[in-house]
């Protein structure tokens, strides 16, 4: 009889990385065989957070999906674009609708367990073993979405930018919102001449999410955020009376720490843990769908899990946007600006997708030509 503490593979932290690896898994015939638990300290019962997300046609999580736009908005004091999606659609997902939807598909399956309890500690050994707060655990495979210790020890060796933010769900009495069209960013509203902006998703005519986004290398007090989102609903809508139904607050590591180096033979790890944020922009909801692919396929074919999850061009261009950000915050305008203005919509989706070829890399690359881009790129080059 089998203890039931022992797995197959083991899943630390039940977020986006490790529930859509569970789910890939669940589809899986091959692993119908395998015991898999899934570890998190919380039972996942709270919206904590939105992610949004660009895909061409439909996708898997179409049934939960909250809402879907085929047109962008990206203003600044220079700029003001209407951007058509074209064959694209831009689609949000509230975190507890996924949170729901793929507990209820793993809980039908026999070979999956939901543990509540802390993970303190792996003993990465030939009896792989991961110490919780209640009991501790064995495998024969972990998949650790935990942060690794040396990104805070070591933080000072390597580039970060912060992605801050705090958002508002609201809710207002009369029609104010036109939900064909969401603004991917506003720089009109910027703190300090900073890389910082409003992002609005109308969902309704009364109904949006508005949250102010940072990209910088510090972070700001709680009444920054407020004061911005105020004053932004006031000018461009004229709300001064409205619901919060919900708020939103986060902090997204933007970074070239290389994740990918705490990988062992007996231990994945995955998610922001594992560096599956994109460095330049801090998206990870279709760059975990794809790595969670390029997971299941190297398992069957074999292959450690981490094999080439990477792509080691786009790490580097990750790198020099960074520096850029660190060095010269106020840039960042501008060269979100030349972006959105200079580039087709299919081409700068592909390219922050990873999927573009190197002619077209290029083009990217010549419409943020910049004396920034060229200090960047050397001091990048150098410190390899």
Excluded at 177 to 183: I, L, R
Excluded at 188 to 197: A, E, I, P
Aim: aromatic share 16%.
């Amino acid at each position: 009889m089998q203890s039931d503490t022992h797995f197959d593979y083991i899943i630390i932290g039940n977020g986006l990385a490790g529930l859509q690896l569970a789910l890939e898994i669940s589809k899986d015939s091959y692993f119908d065989t395998y015991r898999i638990g899934l570890i998190d300290p919380s039972d996942k019962s709270e919206n904590d957070k939105t992610w949004s997300f660009w895909e061409q046609g439909q996708g898997k999580f179409d049934s939960i999906v909250e809402k879907v736009w085929h047109t962008a908005k990206f203003e600044s004091s220079e700029v003001s674009l209407i951007l058509p999606l074209k064959e694209y659609n831009y689609k949000t997902l509230r975190s507890l609708d996924f949170y729901n939807w793929a507990k209820k598909k793993l809980l039908s399956k026999d070979n999956f367990k939901f543990i509540l309890d802390t993970v303190q500690e792996i003993e990465d050994s030939v009896d792989l073993k991961v110490i919780g707060n209640t009991q501790t655990y064995s495998a024969k495979h972990v998949f650790d979405s935990r942060v690794p210790r040396e990104f805070y020890l070591k933080q000072s060796h390597y580039t970060l930018i912060h992605q801050h933010f705090q958002g508002w769900v609201i809710e207002t009495e009369s029609p104010c919102f036109q939900p064909e069209a969401f603004t991917m960013m506003d720089y009109r509203f910027q703190y300090k001449d900073s890389t910082s902006f409003i992002y609005v998703l109308p969902i309704s005519e009364t109904k949006a999410l508005v949250e102010y986004t940072f990209f910088t290398p510090f972070l700001v007090e709680a009444e920054v955020y407020e004061e911005a989102l105020k004053k932004y609903l006031e000018t461009e809508y004229h709300l001064t009376n409205f619901k919060i139904l919900e708020t939103e607050v986060g902090n997204i590591p933007m970074t070239d720490f290389p994740f990918w180096n705490y990988h062992t033979e007996n231990i994945t790890k995955i998610g922001t843990g594992g560096g599956w944020v994109k460095g330049s922009t801090g998206y990870s909801f279709k760059h975990t769908e794809k790595n969670v692919s390029k997971v299941i396929e190297n398992i069957k074919a074999g292959k450690r899990p981490s094999h080439q999850l990477f792509k080691k061009k786009f790490k580097f261009y990750d790198k020099i946007f960074l520096k850029v950000l660190h060095d010269e915050n106020e840039k960042g305008v501008w060269i979100f600006e030349s972006f959105y203005s200079k580039n087709d919509i299919k081409t700068m989706f592909r390219f922050l997708d990873e999927e573009t070829t190197f002619p077209e890399d290029l083009a990217i690359m010549k419409s943020l030509f910049s004396m920034a881009f060229i200090k960047a790129f050397f001091k990048v080059l150098f410190k390899l």
